[in-house]
């Protein structure tokens, strides 16, 4: 009788452990899962910045202002997403500089819209990055938690890395 309630205690705890290991690892997929659709959506964004900057430059070029930040095919370059998002970001305060500098000799017409486009690309951006950066500070708590992180290494699970967000300088050309 004493063997069939140790044997019981036994399979009770094994169940509870192989329980709490899917659970976890379920979560930990999810978690991938998410971080892998933000990730997606970031590179849709990072594109479409990309190809705002793109346009806005031959605008500059019409205005005869010079020192314009060379605004290339970022992708070509074979960075990732982090170094890509940096690049741009840099890229759009350089260039909201010049517009805000030279403002009286743009034409505005071609402009405002192209400026709208960004700054609404700035505001997806940003909630995209948030998405991505929430999602990837839970799966680094859950890698640094027992026993979440058991199953990280046993799983393979690769580390995440979040973003470092960066406020963007207001500039005069943003305030109309």
Request: with cysteine.
């Amino acid at each position: 009788m004493i063997y069939a309630i140790i044997g019981g205690i036994v399979v009770l705890v094994i169940l509870i452990c192989v329980i709490m290991v899917l659970v976890y690892k379920n979560r930990y997929n999810f978690l991938y899962i998410k971080v892998k659709e933000a990730d997606n959506n970031l590179d849709i964004l990072l594109q479409k910045k990309e190809e705002i900057l793109l346009k806005i430059v031959p605008i500059l070029e019409d205005a005869k202002i010079k020192d314009i930040p060379e605004v290339i095919k970022l992708k070509s370059k074979r960075i990732d997403h982090h170094e890509l998002y940096q690049e741009l970001m840099d890229m759009t305060t350089d260039i909201l500089k010049i517009i805000d500098d030279y403002e009286d000799k743009l034409d505005f017409d071609k402009l405002d819209n192209l400026i709208d486009k960004l700054n609404e690309n700035e505001n997806d951006l940003r909630a995209a990055l948030k998405y991505y950066n929430d999602n990837g500070e839970e799966i680094i708590y859950l890698s640094h938690k027992f026993p979440t992180n058991l199953i990280k290494i046993f799983s393979h699970y690769q580390d995440i890395e979040t973003y470092k967000l960066k406020k963007r300088e207001t500039f005069e050309i943003l305030k109309h």
